[in-house]
């Protein structure tokens, strides 16, 4: 079920601040220009029969004059109005305002037909009138969340692991496993947008990103072992409960982690991860194709993907024309150099082929949604070649109550829907750690 389309005040920040203030010095001034305007108005010469009488036929264009400055005039009322408006939403654009207090109104009185038909208009009437405004602050402070993430490493069994880190370190925990072929460098842009009231974690896993890549008779480059891996870092870092961003293959990892540990799960945030079977999207005919019958020429299909040329169009595939500038060449460049630096190839070949593993998990994975019924988000990229829209509609079979947002995205929609996804993240966890505040201690 999408939820209601009731919208949190935006602060105002700082630019925002001066822009209301020139809007009111603006009609100030219109306040004092408009009377100077009608003072020039030559009245000896438009009334030829005294004063309120008809005009003067020798200046046709008086009636024109005189409506500019009869509307002109309303200007200045008007200007302060929507300004006072703008300050009491403590909005700085007077049609999202409005549009807000519309939707808030509306939603209000909502009534449900259908699957929450009514609703889900007022979230998508919200949602477009966000994208007319992608530069807001979503923030719940006075200003930005833009606090330094820090870049940090610990052992977790003997192997260096990086991570990255955001935000006070007694505030709730978010926990985001990263994705194939990419690493902690996903979540670099989002870590500050919530790091004013969350604490955000992010991993690299072994073999990816800047942590170590140890050998095969090491580390076990399997599913298994990064769910087992995820499970110790979580330890050794002291996390006792935590909300979960799953996304790609994270997301496998993430559910695992759920599995063993429900109670500490305080929410789930999905973001194309996919764990319907039925709903996988065509991309997955290779692999598939590997899976039921592997073949040393499906095997050297795969060792073609692992390539720059293959990461580029994991990232930037199936997404529509006007999206593909918004995606940094960072994220292929970047980890194919780290693969070629570190030797990883062959390693990434494996987990690829491992992954048919992970079918026989998902059953598990929805039986966990259906008996705890997390409080779940789900954010999703349509346009995508392994997730198609669809698996993200397939999570309401079990979880009927989720919250479902579909953006004009793709799988990396991090890269180009960051404000978007960080506005729906920010109103839900703060539904979902107000609602425990009373009788939970946030621990880390």
């Not at 004059?65 to 009491?88: Q, T």
Request: proline share 7%.
């Amino acid at each position: 079920m999408v939820d209601d389309a009731r919208v949190s005040a935006v602060p105002l920040d700082g630019w925002s601040k001066w822009g209301l203030m020139a809007q009111l010095l603006l009609a100030v001034v219109l306040f004092a220009a408009v009377p100077y305007a009608m003072s020039m108005v030559p009245f000896e010469r438009i009334y030829v029969d005294g004063p309120y009488k008809a005009p003067h036929r020798e200046d046709p264009m008086f009636p024109v004059r005189w409506w500019l400055i009869a509307i002109g005039s309303w200007v200045p009322f008007l200007s302060m109005l929507f300004a006072i408006l703008a300050w009491r939403k403590r909005h700085t654009h007077l049609g999202l305002a409005l549009l807000q207090a519309w939707t808030e109104r509306a939603a209000a009185h909502a009534r449900p037909k259908g699957p929450q038909a009514t609703r889900r208009k007022l979230s998508a009437r919200w949602s477009r009138a966000s994208d007319v405004m992608p530069s807001l602050s979503m923030t719940s402070g006075g200003g930005t969340s833009m606090l330094a993430v820090q870049h940090k490493t610990v052992d977790v069994d003997g192997l260096e692991i990086f991570y990255r880190e955001a935000g006070p370190e007694d505030a709730p925990v978010v926990l985001l496993p990263h994705g194939y072929p990419c690493s902690s460098f996903q979540f670099r842009n989002l870590l500050p947008e919530l790091s004013d009231s969350w604490r955000l974690i992010a991993p690299d896993a072994p073999g990816f990103g800047y942590s170590a890549t140890p050998s095969p008779r090491r580390f076990s480059y399997t599913f298994d072992g990064y769910a087992r891996f995820l499970e110790r870092f979580v330890e050794t870092l002291g996390l006792t409960r935590y909300a979960l961003y799953l996304h790609d293959y994270g997301s496998q990892f993430g559910f695992r982690l759920a599995l063993r540990a429900p109670e500490r799960v305080a929410a789930l945030i999905i973001q194309n991860g996919d764990i319907y079977e039925d709903q996988f999207g065509p991309k997955y005919r290779m692999l598939k194709e590997q899976w039921a019958n592997p073949t040393p020429e499906g095997l050297r299909k795969l060792v073609a993907a692992v390539s720059e040329e293959g990461f580029k169009d994991e990232f930037i595939g199936e997404i529509p024309e006007h999206l593909v500038d918004r995606i940094s060449p960072d994220l292929w460049t970047l980890h194919w150099a780290l693969v070629q630096r570190f030797d990883r190839r062959m390693n990434l070949v494996h987990l690829l082929e491992d992954q048919r593993t992970t079918l026989a998990w998902m059953p598990r994975y929805q039986a966990y949604l259906r008996e705890h019924r997390p409080p779940t988000l789900v954010l999703w990229g349509p346009h995508d070649g392994y997730m198609p829209e669809g698996a993200g509609h397939a999570y309401l079979r079990d979880v009927t109550d989720a919250e479902l947002h579909m953006l004009d995205a793709g799988h990396w929609a991090l890269e180009t829907h960051l404000n978007e996804i960080a506005f729906h993240m920010r109103r839900f966890l703060q539904r979902v750690h107000l609602s425990h505040a009373a009788s939970t201690t946030w621990v880390t």
